[in-house]
């Protein structure tokens, strides 16, 4: 048997067991999509939303790439963004990325990773720059990397409150609220580290009159 035949055998094996529980389980599930969270969360395999939160399908919009950056020209997040404040109406909005997180390692070096990937690291290391003093000052080299993934989800955070998305869903509704959390590979468990509710003030630089 091949590797990805493996999966298909899984999954029929996966959708006879949901039928089983509960014979109405793909009904329902065809018919509406209301989750209350959008994820935006690093693609790394080991940090799957819906398992390490003991979610099902239908709970958690998901958005997934590397690092969990947000980022303004990426019609992507911009687009899984909208729809899920805009016409799901999520409450929540969580950022989640997690120690060890490859990308933001890779953000930290000087290696020349060519330049689609250069591109998307750069943003990684603009957010060290912002943050230079704190980060120089840790000398273990392991936590100055911990820190930085925390400082990742924060700034991806206050990424979401610049655009007119969050901006104008606050106004007019006083949601989503917004979450930085990063995930723990060696223990399982999420950290807070960060939030916004509706409404909390930002750089009025960014600030859109509507
Ligand atoms: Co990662």
């Known amino acids: 048997m091949k590797v990805y035949e493996k999966l298909l055998l899984e999954n029929k094996a996966w959708a006879k067991e949901k039928v089983t529980d509960d014979p109405q389980y793909f009904d329902r599930l065809a018919h509406i999509q209301t989750p209350e969270f959008l994820w935006i969360g690093c693609s790394d395999s080991r940090v799957p939303a819906n398992e390490i939160t003991n979610t099902q399908p239908?709970?958690?919009f998901v958005h997934r790439n590397i690092a969990n950056l947000v980022i303004h020209t990426d019609v992507n997040l911009l687009s899984v963004l909208e729809y899920a404040v805009a016409h799901l109406k999520v409450k929540h909005v969580i950022v989640c990325g997690h120690y060890g997180c490859g990308g933001v390692k890779a953000a930290m070096t000087n290696t020349d990773y060519k330049q689609v990937l250069n591109m998307w690291l750069r943003n990684i290391k603009d957010v060290y720059r912002l943050h230079n003093d704190e980060l120089n000052a840790i000398e273990n080299e392991?936590?100055?990397?911990?820190?930085?993934?925390?400082?990742?989800?924060?700034e991806q955070v206050i990424h979401l409150a610049k655009t007119s998305i969050i901006q104008r869903a606050w106004k007019e509704e006083q949601?989503?609220?917004?979450?930085?959390?990063?995930?723990?590979?060696?223990?399982?468990?999420?950290?807070?580290?960060?939030?916004?509710?509706?409404?909390?003030?930002?750089?009025?630089?960014?600030?859109?009159?509507?």
């Open 175 to 210: 949601r989503p609220h917004l979450h930085g959390w990063v995930y723990g590979l060696k223990d399982g468990l999420i950290k807070p580290v960060f939030e916004m509710t509706a409404g909390t003030p930002i750089d009025p630089l960014y600030q859109y009159d509507m």
């Open 58 to 60: 239908g709970e958690i």
């Open 142 to 154: 392991e936590n100055r990397f911990d820190r930085l993934v925390e400082l990742n989800v924060v």
